[in-house]
């Protein structure tokens, strides 16, 4: 703690690094809402009431933003499955936990930009790396499956398929989630993780 | 019949339609491949070895392609259901017939082109309309859910939220399915349509 009117540099950075997320934050917002095209930086800079100068002082250009919050959407998806694996439990219990966690990412901005806009309109060395970013979170929802069929927590079945299968139910929860609808994010994850692990078919 | 070695007036619209069909396919394969803002028109001109005044002949802009692909794509999943819709089976045995049916339509251009691209970037007015024919769709998922809760063939669960995951997980098909892959459509269809049945967990 020093008594200076004058903010650290540790201090400074930090509350950059806090603007430049919620720059990010808004643009997710935005393209989210209407849609990457359909969302110019004019239209983020009004959102957040700033002039289109001072989102420079932050990032470089509309790609960087997507790339940004596509990446960052990822990071907390795998984030949300690397916080639950590997504690002792079953890989069903983990599994649960996982697709349950991955719901709620998707249900907020970032999550919902990796699924609503996604990496398409960016270089191909941009989609190379969110795409390897991608392919780690399969490569676990599969592990975890593999493990499972192994152990017998899990059903037989094709692990890849399966894997596709989960991901793709639970990501579309973020093309028809409205955070102001009737149902909340906690309660589709529950209703819908539970279809998955128990199927339409009458039990018993 | 007609001896005459000019056309008739409807043989002159079918083979008009046949072409135009072709143009809208060839479109539908180039935004599934490298998405709708990297196509131009004289990218789908140059796949159809044709030129793009050819083209205008056919179609008013890009914007019409896109609407017409979507279209089609989502008429054909509403028929895909529709088609066995009943015929007097149980809501499950119908349920897994309309599953397959729609993993088959999402598999072919104008499906893939409903899940890939969608109806963003187009017009309000005709946003409206594809998503009128959306809503059908998930209407009939709804009501084979609640018929199967109903009369026992199904197993109790939310019939919002398990329409909305199972159009999901067949949806997203569209998304990794890769025509010259190790795995066909109907082995796909079959193996994920078995998990959303039956569930991740054992049985028994």
Redesign the interface.
């Known amino acids: 703690m020093s008594d200076s009117p004058w903010k650290s540099s540790t201090d400074r950075r930090s509350e950059r690094e806090e603007k430049r997320i919620a720059v990010l934050r808004t643009a997710a917002r935005a393209f989210n809402d209407v ?1 990457y ?2 969302t110019s930086l004019d239209d983020i800079a009004r959102r957040l009431n700033v002039t289109k100068p001072t989102l420079y002082y932050y990032i470089k250009n509309k790609e960087e933003i997507l790339f940004e919050c596509v990446r960052i959407g990822l990071e907390r998806l795998e984030s949300a499955s690397s916080e639950v694996i590997g504690h002792g439990g079953s890989a ?1 219990d983990e ?1 649960v936990a996982v697709m349950t966690a991955y719901v709620g990412v998707v249900t907020m901005e970032f999550g919902m930009c990796v699924i609503r806009v996604g990496e ?2 960016l270089t191909e060395e941009s989609r190379r790396t969110l795409r390897a970013l991608k392919r780690r979170i399969d490569l676990k929802f599969r592990s975890l ?1 593999e493990r ?1 069929i192994a152990e ?4 037989a ?2 692990p890849k ?2 894997a ?10 973020a ?2 989630y409205q955070p102001d609808g009737p ?1 909340t994010a906690d309660a ?1 994850a529950r ?2 993780v ?10 018993g």
Chains 1, 2 share one sequence.
């Open positions: 849609g095209y359909n069903y599994l398409e309109p499956i499972g017998g927590s899990i059903a079945c094709d398929i399966a596709f299968t989960l991901a793709g139910a639970l990501s579309w929860v093309r028809w149902q589709i209703h819908s539970d279809l998955l692990l128990n199927g339409l078919r009458p039990r």
